[in-house]
């Protein structure tokens, strides 16, 4: 596999102040733990966390789909910053359990949420879905599409999942997390990003859709399907240069990052990233031991919580990472915004009131 592109370009001059200034988290109520597992699989709780660090993962309920845990999200995006949907003129949802091929999930999400009339598209990247969904929302906004995008990232992965197949049905769970991205005061947003996929990798990763069949004319099984050696060493090679590259990309190193969000797979990707960073894992924010891999929703999930229970405040350095499918990876460094700390008085106090 070639290396991802972009480690050894030169420094570049910042992106227009362009953040997050409102998120929503959703996740259902259904809590299948490891010992749930033990009831149909040839596992144990112990053998499950000693190896990906899950204790607990959730369940969509049989009627629930990835727009649902979209919608879901946004309202809690809502219930605490009532104004967040006024002025959106865009919808981008990541995600690789979309309800349909099309109509798209975010023009499913956009519907219910009275969003009707707003730009409304996937972005299919796997687990890499949040980060290149992130890049996509910028660049509309610092090129003039969009004034203010609404950004989603959901998953039913339980649906795509063969829930008899040991390898993999440990490992994915189902959530949704929502994002209002629009210009914030200088100095702060999005700084760099660095996006790549490489389709040589693709049999150790996919979830089958229309072809039977990939381009190599590998079959392809009805599940998802995870080659878990061939993903952990990509995964580990490409999280530490593309979140180098990315560092690079916006002119810092890794003692200028605050908290490290990277994509929620297994802790023992997380640790080996660590390793290569050179980042202690009290600046990095985990929390699969209790929703598991939800793909495109995992970095979401763990900003929301880290920014609800105070680690992430305003003006700290956060480097996001992920990888997935593709095989693809995406990094991207952000000043953090913190939307309750720059709001009007009024409105900060009502936000803050609701989020607590």
Not at 108 to 116: F, H, T
Not at 129 to 146: D, H, N
Not at 186 to 207: K, N, P, R, T
Not at 296 to 301: C, G, K
Request: contains cysteine; aromatic residues 8%; negative net charge.
């Amino acid at each position: 596999m070639p290396q991802p592109e972009g480690s050894a370009l030169p420094f570049r001059p910042a992106l227009p102040a362009i953040g997050i200034t409102a998120l929503g988290v959703y996740a259902p109520e259904k809590v299948v733990t490891n010992a749930d597992f033990e009831q149909h699989l040839d596992t144990s709780d112990e053998w499950i966390f000693s190896r990906t660090g899950i204790r607990e993962r959730r369940f969509a309920a049989e009627n629930e789909y990835t727009s649902h845990m979209g919608v879901r999200a946004v309202q809690d995006l809502v219930r605490r910053f009532p104004h967040a949907l006024e002025g959106v003129d865009a919808v981008v949802c990541a995600t690789g359990s979309p309800d349909a091929l099309f109509p798209s999930t975010a023009a499913l999400i956009a519907g219910q949420v009275g969003l009707r009339g707003a730009a409304a598209f996937d972005v299919s990247a796997a687990c890499s879905g949040f980060v290149y969904a992130c890049s996509v929302a910028q660049g509309l906004v610092a090129g003039g599409s969009a004034k203010k995008v609404l950004l989603v990232g959901a998953e039913t992965m339980s649906k795509i999942v063969d829930q008899t197949d040991r390898g993999t049905a440990i490992l994915f769970g189902d959530g949704g997390g929502a994002m209002i991205i629009e210009a914030v005061p200088s100095g702060y947003g999005f700084e760099s990003f660095v996006l790549g996929a490489d389709s040589a990798g693709a049999e150790s990763l996919y979830v089958r859709c229309v072809a039977h069949q990939l381009p190599s004319g590998a079959a392809m099984q009805p599940y998802l399907a995870m080659n878990g050696r061939e993903v952990f060493k990509f995964a580990v090679r490409v999280m530490g240069e593309s979140g180098h590259a990315a560092m690079q990309k916006a002119g810092l190193s890794v003692k200028d990052v605050d908290w490290l969000i990277p994509h929620q797979a297994n802790i023992r990707i997380i640790e080996s990233a660590c390793q290569r960073f050179g980042l202690s894992l009290d600046k990095t924010v985990v929390n699969l031991d209790r929703y598991g891999n939800t793909s495109a929703a995992t970095i979401p999930l763990a900003l929301a919580e880290a920014y609800d229970d105070g680690r992430i405040q305003d003006g700290q350095q956060l480097l996001m990472i992920a990888f997935g499918g593709g095989l693809s990876w995406g990094a991207t460094t952000l000043k953090w915004y913190d939307p309750l700390k720059h709001a009007g008085t009024a409105q900060a106090d009502q936000a803050l009131e609701l989020q607590v």
